[in-house]
């Protein structure tokens, strides 16, 4: 059960816009933001950050950031942004094929090998300590360009603030990624944790 319960999004009128950025991204407004929306400020904030983070302009495919995300995730552990950053990545057009393989990553076919190592690279930079090694810069320089490991490391940092207030806040998680989470993840090892009750 989480620390603090989630308001209604219609508590905060003014962050209907601020909302429906976060409904375009999940189909939902997620129990993350209903409870930061004491602090109105700190939702229109992050609403910029993710616009600027997730940007439809940017060079790195929408869907792959949301794996990004995901595995930085993994590293910090939160089980809540590791289901939901699968719902945002089958949204934006990874298949469920593709999610369903996502623990043989490194061998399955479905993943490149520049995908493979980006995601080395999300699972090192999302890890404490930071696990990010000349060598592996080096690999990710062989397939990605400089603009777009800035956008990779900005999915893993936008994460990381997500991370440390889901699993600090032990936010509920929602139906859709729950679900997601026991498709795709249990066979690793997920259970919800401490965000399902």
């Known amino acids: 059960m989480a620390h603090i319960q989630p308001l209604d999004k219609s508590v905060t009128p003014e962050l209907a816009e601020d909302f429906a950025i976060f409904e375009d991204i999940l189909g939902f407004v997620p129990n993350s933001l209903l409870t930061m929306q004491r602090k109105p400020e700190m939702v229109k904030g992050f609403g910029v950050l993710t616009k600027a983070v997730m940007s439809k302009t940017g060079e790195v495919d929408l869907g792959f950031m ?29 298949s469920q094929e ?6 043989e990553y490194q061998s399955s076919e479905l993943y490149s090998d520049a995908e493979r190592v980006a995601l080395d690279y999300a699972l090192a930079a999302g ?20 603009n777009q490991i800035v956008e990779i490391l900005g999915a893993v940092c936008l ?20 679900a997601m989470g026991e498709r795709v993840l249990t066979k690793g090892g997920w259970d919800g944790g401490k965000h399902v009750s």
């Open 66 to 94: 949301r794996l990004i995300a995901h595995f930085a995730s993994r590293a910090a552990g939160c089980q809540y942004c590791e289901a939901h950053s699968l719902i945002a990545a089958n949204i934006h057009g990874v």
């Open 98 to 103: 593709k999610l369903d393989a996502i623990w």
């Open 127 to 146: 890890s404490v300590p930071n696990g990010v090694t000349s060598e592996l810069m080096d690999r990710m320089k062989q397939h990605w360009s400089e």
């Open 159 to 178: 994460y990381g603030f997500l991370n440390r207030w889901n699993d600090s806040m032990a936010t509920d998680l929602e139906a859709s990624p729950a």
